[in-house]
Nanobody, 126 residues
Framework: QVQLVESGGGLVQAGGSLRLSCVAS????????VAWYRQAPGKQRELVAA???????NYADSVKGRFTISRDNAQNTVYLQMNNLKPEDTAVYYC????????????????????WGQGTQVTVSS
């Protein structure tokens, strides 16, 4: 089975930085797209940043110029560098990968599926 494990969350003062990491492990054939989402208390989960299988990296307007998403294909890892953090960035951050497992290749019509991490808390104090 595939497992996504996030790390790097924590408590930081406004204006500070954090770097989130998400590592995928298991019988992975290929990772097509990666993304970070977040969910604040009482709000819906929202897309923060994504690297699609095709096309340009995209960011939520609220984080443009402050956050950077990147990926290390050799390590099955996606990162989110967060600079100039604001209290409104406080949320649980989730990584998402659209990937195919070795077991699903040749079995499913579309072997690529979405997988999620367990979430990591980011708290920004004012």
């Amino acid at each position: 089975q595939v497992q996504l494990v996030e790390s790097g969350g924590g408590l930081v003062q406004a204006g500070g930085s954090l770097r989130l990491s998400c590592v995928a492990s298991g019988s992975i054939f290929a990772i097509a797209a990666v993304a970070w989402y977040r969910q604040a208390p009482g709000k819906q989960r929202e897309l923060v940043a994504a690297i699609p299988a095709r096309g340009d990296t995209n960011y939520a307007d609220s984080v443009k110029g402050r956050f950077t998403i990147s990926r290390d294909n050799a390590q099955n890892t996606v990162y989110l560098q967060m600079n100039n953090l604001k209290p409104e960035d406080t949320a649980v951050y989730y990584c998402n990968m659209h990937l195919a497992t070795n077991e699903d290749m040749g079995v499913r019509t579309d072997p690529f599926q979405d997988y999620w991490g367990q979430g990591t808390q980011v708290t920004v104090s004012s």
